[in-house]
C-alpha cells in the first residue's frame, strides 16, 4: 500500500525550531507536487508550502521567510524547516503527496497521518 508517513513534531518555545520529515513509500511510480498542510484547532486547514518534482517552491504568506520546504526524490522524501516558530504556528501538520502508482495511469493525491507541532511558552 502507498503511504506517506511524518515525523519531527513536537513542542518548542516559541522561537524555536523544528523540521518535520515525510517520507512516501510503497508501489509508487512517480512523485509529482510534494507539500505541506496544517491545521489548527477551531480553523481550516490550510496550505503551508508546497514543492514540484523540479524543486519550485511556494508558499503561504504567514510563514514566507520563516519556512523552508525541500525534497529528496530518491529517498522519495520531503522535508519542511521551521525556524522563529510562532504560537499561531501550533497545529496538526500533514504531509501530501501526487503520485503515480506502478501499473496505474491515474495519479492520486496522498496524505499523511499527521504530525502535531505546539508552540508554547
Known amino acids: 500500500q502507498v503511504q506517506l508517513v511524518e515525523s519531527g513534531g513536537g513542542l518548542v518555545t516559541p522561537g524555536g525550531s523544528l523540521r518535520l520529515s515525510c517520507a512516501a513509500s510503497g508501489s509508487i511510480f512517480s512523485i509529482n507536487t510534494m507539500g505541506w498542510y496544517r491545521q489548527a484547532p477551531g480553523k481550516q486547514r490550510e496550505l503551508v508550502a508546497d514543492i514540484t518534482s523540479s524543486g519550485r517552491t511556494n508558499y503561504a504568506n504567514s510563514v514566507k521567510d520563516r519556512f523552508t520546504i525541500s525534497r529528496d526524490n530518491a529517498k522519495k522524501m520531503v522535508y519542511l524547516q521551521m525556524n522563529n516558530l510562532k504560537p499561531e504556528d501550533t497545529a496538526v501538520y500533514y504531509c501530501?503527496?501526487?503520485?503515480?502508482?506502478?501499473?496505474?495511469?491515474?495519479?492520486?493525491?496522498?496524505w499523511g497521518q499527521g504530525t502535531q507541532v505546539t508552540v508554547s511558552s
Open positions: 501530501n503527496a501526487n503520485i503515480r502508482k506502478w501499473g496505474v495511469t491515474d495519479w492520486y493525491n496522498i
